[in-house]
């Protein structure tokens, strides 16, 4: 049933565009509540941060303006706004908000430059191809951008792997503890956990994780029961990782784009 469902393009983008909403929902209800690094002497003062702006236009009044204190949370409100537009279905006015909706994600993505993750990085890619795909919609371009999008996260997940599984201490769970660690150091009791957990633990774990997101390349060609397991193991490890990382719209992000990869697998394992 769930794979008969994500065969379809008119249910893919459906899924895909509420988990993205949530991701963007997540981020800016993060930043609202992180509102002090973004304020004078913050940590995200826009005073320090407009000198890595390539931007011009953004390090004159414009830039003061939308990135004040009040202008940041003013823009992350007006991004929670929107979101219910965009989860609609295609209507007249969707190209406008969605093109609405890339502009302010954009203004906020400039100004979070030093905070990005992966997640914030797919989030760009499905909106910008969500608004290509709206540009040339009598061509019925719904299938394309959405293998599109399942081979960026094919590409994201194995590049992943390839740059750890060169790295003996990935293989070994150094790397991993070492990562769930100082991600949240200011966090005592969840520092308390992961440190009282044995060590053979993340010996056995981290190499999943690698030999997972290496056999993403296949998943394609997968029959779809081992598919879904695929995916089941996918589930596992983005809810866990975004919850132990704090990598709060990382969860949304990568289980809607996850429905992609099936869609992938219905249009390329009936040939094989």
Not at 100 to 111: D, E, G, H
Not at 169 to 192: A, D, V
Request: with cysteine; hydrophobic share 50%; aromatic share 16%.
């Amino acid at each position: 049933m769930i794979y008969n469902y994500f065969s379809n393009s008119v249910n893919i983008l459906h899924f895909l565009k509420i988990f993205i909403a949530l991701s963007l929902c997540v981020s800016s209800v993060q930043n609202i509540n992180n509102s002090a690094y973004f304020s004078s002497g913050g940590l995200m003062d826009w005073a320090v941060i407009k000198g890595f702006s390539r931007i011009t236009l953004l390090k004159g009044k414009l830039g003061e303006y939308l990135y004040n204190k009040k202008g940041f949370i003013a823009l992350n409100i007006l991004r929670i706004v929107i979101l219910p537009f965009f989860c609609q279905s295609n209507n007249e006015l969707f190209f406008f908000n969605l093109l609405f909706l890339t502009l302010v994600n954009s203004l906020i993505y400039i100004r979070t430059t030093m905070m990005h993750n992966a997640a914030d990085q797919m989030n760009n890619i499905v909106l910008i191809g969500l608004l290509i795909s709206q540009i040339f919609v009598k061509i019925n371009s719904s299938d394309l951008v959405i293998i599109f999008f399942g081979v960026t996260l094919i590409l994201n997940y194995f590049t992943s792997g390839i740059s750890k599984f060169h790295q003996k201490k990935w293989h070994n769970g150094y790397y991993l503890r070492e990562t769930l660690i100082h991600r949240n150091i200011e966090n005592p009791s969840y520092l308390r956990v992961i440190k009282k957990i044995d060590k053979r633990v993340f010996k056995l774990s981290s190499p999943v994780v690698v030999y997972w997101q290496l056999s993403s390349v296949f998943t394609p060609f997968l029959p779809p029961a081992l598919l879904l397991v695929f995916l089941f193991i996918g589930l596992c490890f983005h809810v866990s990782t975004g919850i132990l990382l704090g990598l709060n719209n990382f969860i949304w992000t990568f289980i809607g784009l996850m429905s992609t990869l099936i869609f992938i697998n219905s249009k390329v394992y009936p040939f094989l």
